[in-house]
Nanobody, 124 residues
Framework: QVHLVESGGGLVQAGGSLRLSCVAS????????MGWFRQVPGKEREFVAA????????YYADSVKGRFTISRDNVKNTVYLQMNSLKFEDTAIYYC?????????????????WGQGTQVTVSS
């Protein structure tokens, strides 16, 4: 079992920045690829970013490429999502997730463990 707890969400003006954190406990954090997803009520949960076990490879949704950065600290058992140049359409609940696959993926079905989510609201 892996327990994930997100933090760092909040209200920010368009153009601003936030950094989300997700702390993992349980099994060896470095054994998991990590991902960030987001969801707006009434819509499907969508992929935002993913990172490999070592942190050497990252993937981003086209909608956030160039604005968001995913990173991880395997000593602190934490994955981060730095969000810059935020837009109104980035408003959502953001979830971190852990996948036992060898390679990071954008497919939410590949993720075994999920956090409870943190709300990000961007005012226009």
């Amino acid at each position: 079992q892996v327990h994930l707890v997100e933090s760092g969400g909040g209200l920010v003006q368009a153009g601003g920045s936030l950094r989300l954190s997700c702390v993992a406990s349980g099994r060896t954090f470095s054994s998991y690829c990590m991902g960030w997803f987001r969801q707006v009520p009434g819509k499907e949960r969508e992929f935002v970013a993913a990172i490999s076990r070592s942190g050497g490879t990252t993937y981003y949704a086209d909608s956030v490429k160039g604005r968001f950065t995913i990173s991880r600290d395997n000593v602190k058992n934490t994955v981060y999502l730095q969000m810059n140049s935020l837009k109104f359409e980035d408003t959502a609940i953001y979830y971190c997730a852990a996948s036992g696959l060898i390679v990071a993926t954008a497919s939410k079905e590949a993720y075994d463990y999920w956090g409870q989510g943190t709300q990000v609201t961007v005012s226009s």
